[in-house]
């Protein structure tokens, strides 16, 4: 049994308790043992570092040093596409000397880098492996037409997030074709749904996700996989907002990819958490 | 013939030396490709593009920069960051200008998420993690017309038990020192900057095209 650290974030205890739930219950299945960081911070998030850089990258480089020197392990699951990309931004920013010494003096140790951190797709691509994930399935999806969205913050920018490609990154397709599905090509696939401004700027926000659902669909897609909680109540909420000034507008389907994979898996839908999306997935899981 | 607007520009360094000092980013650099504008999601929403805001740096331009809609609506996709051929941390150079213009006190009034950063910063620095309840309710104070925006979707949320009422906690001593610590270095060097910077290129503060300087940027 293989045994990650894992760093849930404040979304997951929140507007993504489903992410959480259904993580955990693939991870269970694929015998990856997760052990909380205890007492865990917020990572910062955009906040942080649009306010101060130096705090921005103390918080998330708090938690590797947690992991490494109190938890004596050397990876972390971050499941949360923006946390990912802090704790990502932290392990690039120890590199730099003075950075490095700037960011022990606020965190009281010092963190020198070599925890590795696994997002979503990683933990099911590169942990697992699909050989082993595929292994596993007991409920093969029946070639569903998958559109696999990364948005921004899973690969940019590639110096600090390391991503195969960050234009075109396939790893997330190979994991949805592991449990059955057929991955669409589609033009969108790491395009910035907006998310950040959901709160006051939703005509922008509309006009972004409207963009990213139109063109999966025209690719053929019958559901969108998501690997972040912002993508996910972003494509998911604003339809509703969608259809009320777009009366042809038609449903999408956004699951997590932890949803799929655990709904291959076996793991109950109540785990999954399918009830907390706001547009009907059922249909695409029958 | 017919009268022409008089367009004066001081050049000014001072902007791109602190930008320098705090991003470690060259806006120099920039050579003006605009891929950075090509593929910005929001550059078609706002009132300037991410090139334009490099070329404003370059010429110490704080109204079009600083001053800008356009670092209140980027997203921080980092898409301009990871296609710059030169290599630049653009993203990083949006996030300076937020920092500048809320050290110079020069942020606008009527972009709204520069108040949401703001709150969603106390918030987790409060309670150790982000408490969304409270930084959607203190908005809502300031700014109660927002509600038709957004509380359609939050109360289906709410229904859907994805949001919390209650905060969960992080350790709540240890983030308080940390971001103690944390402003403090950063105050510190900000201020030697800045003051470094206008040190420069004396008198001129904030150079801008016809008249449009609402404040001087320069050291105090």
Same mark, same amino acid.
């Given at each position: 049994?293989?045994? &990650?650290?894992?760093?849930?974030?404040?979304? =997951?205890?929140?507007?993504?308790?489903?992410?959480?739930?259904?993580?955990?219950?693939?991870?269970?299945? &694929?015998?990856?043992?997760?052990?909380?960081?205890?007492?865990?911070?917020?990572?910062?998030?955009?906040?942080?570092?649009?306010?101060?850089? =130096? $705090?921005?990258?103390?918080?998330?480089?708090?938690?590797?040093?947690?992991?490494?020197?109190?938890?004596? &392990?050397?990876?972390?699951?971050?499941?949360?596409?923006?946390?990912?990309?802090?704790?990502?931004?932290?392990?690039?920013?120890?590199?730099?000397?003075?950075?490095?010494?700037?960011?022990?003096?606020?965190?009281?140790?010092?963190?020198?880098?070599?925890?590795?951190? $696994?997002?979503?797709?990683?933990?099911?691509?590169?942990?697992?492996?699909?050989?082993?994930?595929?292994?596993?399935?007991?409920?093969?999806?029946?070639?569903?037409?998958?559109?696999?969205?990364?948005?921004?913050?899973?690969?940019?920018?590639?110096?600090?997030?390391?991503?195969?490609?960050?234009?075109?990154?396939?790893?997330?397709?190979?994991?949805?074709?592991?449990?059955?599905?057929?991955?669409?090509?589609?033009?969108?696939?790491?395009?910035?749904?907006?998310?950040? =401004?959901?709160?006051?700027?939703?005509?922008?926000?509309?006009? &972004?996700?409207?963009?990213?659902?139109?063109?999966?669909?025209?690719?053929?897609?019958?559901?969108?996989?998501?690997?972040?909680?912002?993508?996910?109540?972003?494509?998911?909420?604003?339809?509703?907002?969608?259809?009320?000034?777009?009366?042809?507008?038609?449903?999408?389907?956004? =699951?997590? $990819?932890?949803?799929?994979?655990?709904?291959?898996?076996?793991?109950?839908?109540?785990?999954?958490?399918?009830?907390?999306?706001?547009?009907?997935?059922?249909?695409?899981?029958? | 013939?017919?009268?022409?607007?008089?367009?004066?520009?001081?050049?000014?360094?001072?902007?791109?030396?602190?930008?320098?000092?705090?991003?470690?980013?060259?806006?120099?650099?920039?050579?003006?490709?605009?891929?950075?504008?090509?593929?910005?999601?929001?550059?078609?929403?706002?009132?300037?593009?991410?090139?334009?805001?490099?070329?404003?740096?370059?010429?110490?331009?704080?109204?079009?920069?600083?001053?800008?809609?356009?670092?209140?609506?980027?997203?921080?996709?980092?898409?301009?960051?990871?296609?710059?051929?030169?290599?630049?941390?653009?993203?990083?150079?949006?996030?300076?200008?937020?920092?500048?213009?809320?050290?110079?006190?020069?942020?606008?009034?009527?972009?709204?998420?520069?108040?949401?950063?703001?709150?969603?910063?106390?918030?987790?620095?409060?309670?150790?993690?982000?408490?969304?309840?409270?930084?959607?309710?203190?908005?809502?104070?300031?700014?109660?017309?927002?509600?038709?925006?957004?509380?359609?979707?939050?109360?289906?949320?709410?229904?859907?038990?994805?949001?919390?009422?209650?905060?969960?906690?992080?350790?709540?001593?240890?983030?308080?020192?940390?971001? #103690?610590?944390?402003?403090?270095?950063?105050?510190? #060097?900000?201020?030697?900057?800045?003051?470094?910077?206008?040190?420069?290129?004396?008198?001129?503060?904030?150079?801008?095209?016809?008249?449009?300087?609402?404040?001087?940027?320069?050291?105090?």
């Amino acid at each position: 049994m293989t045994k &990650l650290a894992y760093y849930p974030g404040c979304s =997951l205890h929140s507007t993504a308790k489903e992410l959480d739930s259904s993580f955990d219950g693939t991870m269970a299945k &694929l015998e990856v043992d997760l052990a909380e960081i205890p007492g865990w911070q917020c990572c910062g998030n955009s906040a942080g570092h649009s306010a101060n850089r =130096l $705090l921005a990258a103390a918080l998330p480089a708090n938690e590797l040093v947690k992991v490494k020197d109190d938890m004596k &392990l050397d990876a972390v699951a971050v499941p949360c596409a923006a946390c990912y990309n802090r704790f990502q931004s932290a392990n690039h920013e120890v590199s730099d000397e003075a950075m490095a010494a700037d960011i022990a003096q606020v965190v009281g140790r010092p963190y020198d880098g070599g925890v590795k951190v $696994l997002n979503l797709v990683d933990v099911y691509h590169d942990q697992v492996g699909l050989a082993a994930l595929e292994a596993k399935v007991v409920k093969p999806f029946q070639g569903l037409k998958v559109a696999s969205y990364y948005g921004c913050l899973l690969t940019r920018p590639p110096k600090v997030t390391l991503a195969e490609d960050p234009e075109y990154p396939v790893h997330m397709d190979a994991v949805v074709e592991a449990i059955g599905c057929t991955p669409v090509d589609w033009d969108s696939k790491t395009d910035c749904c907006g998310a950040g =401004l959901a709160l006051c700027e939703q005509d922008v926000v509309d006009k &972004l996700v409207k963009g990213i659902i139109t063109n999966a669909r025209e690719r053929g897609a019958e559901a969108i996989a998501c690997a972040c909680p912002l993508c996910q109540i972003n494509l998911d909420g604003r339809q509703g907002e969608i259809k009320k000034t777009d009366g042809a507008w038609v449903d999408m389907p956004i =699951l997590y $990819l932890s949803q799929m994979v655990g709904h291959a898996l076996g793991v109950s839908d109540k785990q999954l958490g399918l009830k907390k999306a706001m547009v009907d997935v059922a249909r695409v899981l029958a | 013939m017919e009268m022409e607007e008089e367009v004066t520009q001081t050049l000014s360094g001072a902007l791109a030396a602190r930008i320098r000092s705090g991003s470690g980013e060259n806006p120099y650099k920039c050579y003006q490709c605009k891929k950075c504008s090509t593929g910005c999601p929001v550059a078609q929403f706002a009132d300037v593009h991410p090139a334009q805001i490099m070329r404003a740096v370059q010429l110490g331009d704080e109204a079009m920069s600083v001053d800008s809609r356009f670092i209140w609506l980027c997203t921080g996709c980092e898409a301009c960051t990871t296609r710059c051929p030169q290599g630049i941390d653009v993203a990083a150079i949006m996030d300076e200008l937020r920092i500048i213009a809320r050290q110079d006190g020069r942020v606008r009034r009527d972009m709204p998420f520069a108040r949401i950063l703001d709150l969603n910063y106390k918030s987790f620095k409060r309670w150790g993690r982000l408490y969304e309840l409270e930084l959607v309710s203190l908005d809502l104070l300031k700014r109660p017309k927002a509600a038709l925006g957004y509380t359609s979707l939050g109360i289906k949320m709410m229904a859907k038990g994805k949001i919390s009422l209650l905060p969960t906690i992080g350790d709540r001593k240890q983030m308080k020192r940390m971001a #103690r610590a944390a402003e403090r270095i950063e105050a510190r #060097r900000r201020v030697e900057a800045k003051a470094a910077a206008a040190g420069k290129a004396p008198g001129a503060s904030g150079a801008s095209a016809a008249g449009g300087t609402p404040k001087g940027g320069g050291a105090s």
